[in-house]
């Protein structure tokens, strides 16, 4: 073996050692508390101090991905042309992963730039209407039991119910809440949400599979590589307006990614490389923006959209005629 084969074998060893420890801590977590519902199983998953992805970070970048590179300049300029035509005076914080809504302080002006921050969210999982919750057993591993849904959830069940029509799917209470807290700080100006997801017509008809990923593979399966990948769901977008507007804000319009940029910098979204994340999605992204304190305006980056079906009914303010 010559020597960069064996530092590349030392390496890798490395790896499974630290994701095995990543593993086992995640199984630890769970053995303690006997059983944990499976969004606290996610939350371990991102955000245990010891284990987490969005902690601890992703080592398969290095090897054997380590040509791998993703560009995300297109998305940024498209993103810092929408914010130059949204803000007047104010500040722009951008949220990614939970805590960062901290950032936002009461009576916050300005811009909000929640960038794949709800799809890094945790989430519960749900199941012939029962809530999934998460065991360890020292010779199956990970087992799933149903529970009766309770609390929080009970209540976004009520809502969804009317709209399911498949027997499994994702169910984001944190979501909600988060968009709550976010919108009631907020004083004046605009959410702008870029995220994989689906309005309530569409998330609960569609059998949407899990995204399990890192920076150099994915799956859709949760339990094969505990430690290793991040685990996401499609954003319910008609949750996020609707928890927006319970915090004082409205709809200033929804449209797709491809649009968004087209409507910003004039390119199209096949010309940024995909990452494992895009890849393990079940959707593409989509585009909403929320305002308070505002009269509504026509924005650039939504000036334009898909002229048909549910987009019609979040973009009510445009006049479709005038395209």
């Known amino acids: 073996m010559s020597p960069e084969a064996a530092d590349q074998f030392n390496i890798m060893e490395e790896f499974k050692e630290e994701f095995e420890r990543r593993r086992e801590i995640i199984a630890e977590f769970v053995r303690e508390r006997g059983r944990v519902s499976f969004r606290d199983f996610v939350w371990a998953n991102l955000y245990h101090p010891e ?175 505990v430690g290793r990948r991040a685990i996401s769901a499609p954003v319910d977008f008609t949750s996020i307006i609707e928890a927006a507007e319970r915090g004082g804000m409205e709809i200033a319009g929804f449209t797709s990614y491809r649009y968004f940029l087209l409507n910003t910098v004039g390119k199209d979204e096949k010309e940024e490389p995909s990452d494992f994340k895009s890849i393990a999605m079940p959707v593409t992204p989509k585009v909403l923006v929320m305002q308070k304190g505002l009269e509504w305006r026509k924005l650039k980056c939504l000036q334009n959209f898909p002229a048909f079906g549910y987009w019609l009914k979040y973009n009510r303010n445009v006049d479709v005629q005038a395209f």
């Not at 809530?131 to 591993?141: L, T």
């Not at 169910?171 to 909600?176: E, G, I, K, Q």
Request: aromatic fraction near 14%.
């Open 51 to 225: 284990a987490g992805y969005y902690v601890k970070g992703d080592l398969e970048l290095i090897a054997p991905y380590d040509d791998f590179r993703i560009d995300r300049s297109l998305r940024q300029a498209a993103i810092e042309c929408a914010v130059r035509d949204m803000l007047d005076d104010g500040e722009v914080v951008e949220l990614k992963y939970l805590g960062d809504e901290e950032k936002v302080e009461e009576g916050f002006r300005g811009v909000i730039v929640a960038n794949e921050y709800f799809t890094s969210l945790p989430f519960h999982l749900v199941r012939n209407w029962k809530d999934v919750y998460v065991e360890y057993d020292d010779d199956s591993g990970f087992v799933e039991v149903l529970e009766e849904p309770e609390g929080e959830l009970e209540e976004f069940l009520s809502y969804a119910r009317p709209h399911v029509r498949v027997k499994s799917f994702a169910v984001s209470v944190d979501a909600v809440e988060k968009t709550e807290e976010i919108a009631s700080k907020l004083e004046e100006g605009y959410l702008l949400v870029i995220d994989y997801g689906l309005p309530v017509e569409e998330y609960y008809c569609r059998k949407l599979r899990l995204a399990c990923f890192s920076k150099g593979s994915f799956s859709h399966d949760p339990y094969t590589s």
